[in-house]
C-alpha cells in the first residue's frame, strides 16, 4: 500500500523556479508537469514540453525546474511497504500527451487526501496511476505525441487555409516549441506544417478555378495570398500548370 506524505495540485512558480536535492527526498518524487521545464538527467540538461511525468527514485538526485517561463505542476511525494519494482522509467520525464488523464486522477487522490481519512483509496489510485502511466509509456516510442491536438490543427489549417498560419502561431496553439511542432507534424503526417498550409491553399484554388468564375486574383486573395503573382507561381511548382491553363483544363461544365 502506498501512502502520502505530501502533495500539491496546480502549484505555480516564477521563471527562476529551480527545484534541486542532490541526495533525493524521502520516498518517492511524483511530478507532473504542465508547462515547459528543464530536468537535469544523469548530468544532461533536458529540456521537456508540457504535460510530462516522471517518478524520482528513492535518494536519486533531483534536479528540474522553470525553463522559458512560469512552471506548473502537480506532485505527490510518497512511499510504501509495496516497493516499485520491474519499472525501468524511474527518473526518465515522460511525454504524456493525453494518452492518460493525469490531472484527474490528482484531482481525485487529492480529494482523498485533503477530504478524507480513507489511507487505503488514495494508495490505491496512487497505483492505478503509476500503472496506467507506464503502460502508456511503453507505447511512446510507437506513435506520435500531441496526436489529436495536431490532427485538430492539420483540420483547422484546411477548413480555413486564407488564414495567417505562421509557425509560431501553430506551435501556441499547440503549446509546444517551433522545433518540436516541426519534427512532431512531419512525424505525423509526412509533410512539413508549412509544407502542408500550402497544400492546403493550393487545393482550395483548385476548388475555386474548376467551380466558380472568379478570377485568379481573387481566388488568390481568398486562398490566402497577397499577390496573384507569387499564388501562380507557386500553383505552378505545385500542379505543373498555371491556374489559367488548370481552369481551362478542369473547369466543371
Known amino acids: 500500500m502506498f501512502t502520502i506524505f505530501r502533495m500539491g495540485c496546480g502549484c505555480r512558480h516564477d521563471k527562476d523556479f529551480v527545484f534541486d536535492r542532490p541526495n533525493g527526498v524521502d520516498g518517492y518524487l511524483m511530478l507532473f508537469v504542465r508547462t515547459r521545464a528543464q530536468f537535469l538527467i544523469n548530468g544532461t540538461l533536458t529540456v521537456t514540453e508540457p504535460d510530462t511525468f ?127 511542432l516541426y519534427r512532431l507534424y512531419k512525424r505525423a503526417f509526412g509533410v512539413t506544417c508549412a509544407a502542408d498550409v500550402i497544400n492546403s491553399r493550393i487545393e482550395q484554388a483548385r476548388h475555386y478555378l474548376s467551380y466558380s468564375d472568379l478570377g485568379v486574383e481573387e481566388i488568390a486573395f481568398i486562398c490566402g495570398y497577397k499577390n496573384s503573382v507569387h499564388f501562380s507561381r507557386q500553383f505552378k511548382q505545385m500542379t505543373g500548370h498555371s491556374p489559367t491553363e488548370w481552369r481551362r483544363e478542369n473547369m466543371a461544365v
Not at 85 to 100: A, H, S
Not at 107 to 117: G, V
Not at 143 to 171: C, F, Q
Open 54 to 180: 516522471i517518478i524520482y527514485d528513492k535518494g536519486a538526485e533531483i534536479h528540474y525546474g522553470a525553463y522559458d517561463g512560469e512552471y506548473i505542476n502537480d506532485w505527490i511525494r510518497f512511499d510504501g511497504n509495496e516497493p516499485l519494482t520491474g519499472v525501468d522509467l524511474f527518473n526518465k520525464p515522460i511525454q504524456i500527451d493525453g494518452r492518460v488523464d493525469v490531472p484527474q486522477y490528482f484531482r481525485l487522490i487529492a480529494d482523498c487526501y485533503y477530504r478524507t481519512d480513507n489511507k487505503q483509496t488514495e494508495g490505491l489510485l496512487v497505483k492505478a496511476l503509476i500503472n496506467e502511466v507506464y503502460a502508456a509509456g511503453q507505447e511512446i516510442d510507437g506513435t506520435v505525441a500531441h496526436y489529436r491536438k495536431l490532427l485538430d490543427l492539420r483540420g483547422r489549417i484546411y477548413a480555413a487555409p486564407e488564414e495567417e498560419w505562421s509557425i509560431n502561431r501553430m506551435a501556441k496553439l499547440i503549446n509546444v516549441s517551433e522545433p518540436y
